[in-house]
């Protein structure tokens, strides 16, 4: 009797299968696959672990398959470079002069209010609701400072160029990608990665070194600098940036985390009367300028009274 | 055979997160004649083979269950085994629990370190699996990008996977970096 077949050789052969299903199988292949994974019921389960694994890093293929259409345009996943190529290039130096800040042009926008701004060297800010950022372009650097609120960055690729994004005690450094930095009050600074590669920097002396930052990855800094990071998954990303739609996506968020995010889009507010009804999880798509709408359908799903008085909605059990 | 890619996409989000504890519980629970591996992947077989999952309120607790279920057939088909030491295959409560702040910091920073391994792949390897999967080019676009064969690129495609695997099921850069090297040894 032959000896059996490892799991770890299972491992190897089903990664190569499941990079040969990546690339398209032949009607030949195919019943090489099945007469493979038919033999052993492990190598049916290795097939779609490795399946599974492949698609946790799945790039921007997804957003394509789920948004028809680039709302800020011009950067094809072809204007990257290579990544290897970018990683690479990605290790540029340079020094911050806060000084050189004070110029530039200053952009903000008004609660509820949403605005694409297109910058010179062809790179889009999207503003979220009641932000302010500051943009100042040299010859050498493209400069962002977020000064509160969110922002999208579309950067246009120039290699020659890095756009930094600074904000409280982190740059953000990128050549060509697409990334959201957040800086709202009581939590922590936010940076999200939708493509491409992003390189983040504590600007403190002893700050931690720099932290690798791929499509997918969620990263929060603590104010010296600290940087945690936590890949999601660019599926959780784009559902974290529905902002750009004028929505919000609360999976299993609390509804007290929920109340507090509406309440940066609209002076309407919503308050939680009971301490447990904020610990409740709600989910749904909802328009972030819109807090009644969350309100009622919140209430229906958690079975909560909702109350309102002028600007204020109630929700209580 | 293939799962679908619905299925595909359920198993990366529900389940795989939570593999590095499942395999934790599987050590505690050491049975003889039966691999961690083994029941890992026959577990995932199972979800994979299931007519449907939308009913799975929790696809942790559903994985630790099913687990369960193999080692428990495992032990029938021993039969050497008392029926009293099935007891110590009891699914404990807790284990089941979703994670506690602490494990999800924990898992945060293991998936730092998966994310970090990406890095850590041979030059072309990483540069067909990035252009691929980051950038989502075809592999015959990655393959004409970086001028070799497909069946070239199909291949650092299944290496820097199984390295990925690898660091999925240990959880950890040390253990990943590990199977890097005898990888490495073997090839």
């Given at each position: 009797m032959a000896l059996r077949e490892t799991s770890q050789d299972i491992d190897i052969a089903a990664a190569q299968w499941a990079a040969q299903i990546d690339r398209g199988l032949s009607a030949e292949e195919q019943g090489q696959l099945d007469a493979w994974v038919s033999a052993d019921v492990r190598r049916q389960g290795a097939l779609a672990r490795a399946l599974a694994v492949l698609e946790h890093f799945d790039g921007p293929q997804i957003e394509a398959a789920t948004h028809?259409?680039?709302?800020?345009?011009?950067?094809?996943?072809?204007?990257?470079?290579?990544g290897g190529a970018l990683a690479a290039g990605l290790g540029v130096a340079g020094v911050l002069?806060?000084?050189?800040?004070?110029r530039g042009r200053e952009y903000t926008t008004a609660k509820g209010e949403l605005r694409s701004i297109p910058l010179e060297d062809g790179s889009t800010m999207l503003l979220n609701t009641a932000s302010r950022a500051r943009v100042h372009f040299s010859r050498g650097r493209r400069d962002v400072t977020l000064l509160s609120g969110e922002a999208l960055f579309d950067v246009a690729k120039d290699p020659a160029r890095p756009f930094v994004v600074r904000s409280q005690a982190l740059d953000v450094r990128a050549v060509g990608t697409s990334f959201s930095v957040s800086r709202l009050p009581g939590r922590p600074l936010q940076v999200l990665v939708r493509e491409g590669f992003v390189d983040v920097n504590g600007t403190a002396a002893q700050a931690p070194p720099t932290t690798h930052l791929m499509a997918g990855c969620w990263a929060t800094a603590s104010e010296a600098g600290d940087v945690d990071v936590r890949h999601v998954g660019v599926p959780t990303v784009l559902r974290a940036l529905a902002w750009r739609d004028g929505?919000?996506?609360?999976?299993?968020?609390t509804l007290a985390y929920a109340a507090q995010t509406f309440s940066r889009y609209s002076d309407q507010k919503i308050v939680i009367d009971s301490p447990a009804a904020g610990r409740l999880t709600v989910s749904g798509v909802f328009a972030a300028r819109d807090p009644a709408a969350f309100a009622h359908a919140a209430a229906e799903q958690l079975n909560l009274k909702v109350r309102q008085e002028g600007r204020v909605i109630h929700l209580a059990t | 055979m293939i799962p679908s890619r619905d299925r595909t996409h359920w198993i990366a989000r529900h389940v795989l997160p939570h593999e590095p504890a499942l395999r934790a519980w599987l050590r505690r629970r050491a049975v003889v004649g039966l691999e961690t591996d083994d029941v890992v992947q026959e577990t995932y077989a199972v979800l994979a083979g299931l007519?449907?999952?939308?009913?799975?309120?929790?696809p942790r607790a559903y994985a630790f269950q099913t687990a369960q279920s193999i080692i428990l057939r495992h032990l029938r088909r021993a039969?050497?085994?008392?029926?009293?030491?099935?007891d110590d295959v009891d699914l404990q409560a807790n284990a089941i629990d979703e994670p506690s702040p602490e494990q999800q910091v924990s898992a945060r920073q293991d998936l730092r370190r998966v994310a970090d391994l990406i890095s850590q792949l041979p030059a072309k390897c990483r540069e067909a699996f990035t252009l691929r999967?980051?950038?989502?080019?075809s592999q015959r676009d990655v393959a004409q990008r970086m001028g070799i064969s497909e069946s070239t690129v199909e291949k650092h495609i299944g290496r820097a996977l199984h390295t990925l695997m690898d660091a999925f099921r240990y959880g950890g850069t040390a253990v990943a970096e590990a199977s890097l090297e005898n990888r490495d040894g073997k090839s």
């Open positions: 028809s259409e680039r709302p800020w345009g011009g950067l094809g996943r072809r204007n990257f470079l290579a002069l806060t000084g050189q800040l004070g929505k919000l996506d609360l999976d299993g968020m | 007519a449907a999952v939308e009913h799975i309120e929790s039969r050497i085994v008392r029926m009293d030491a099935m999967k980051i950038e989502g080019l």
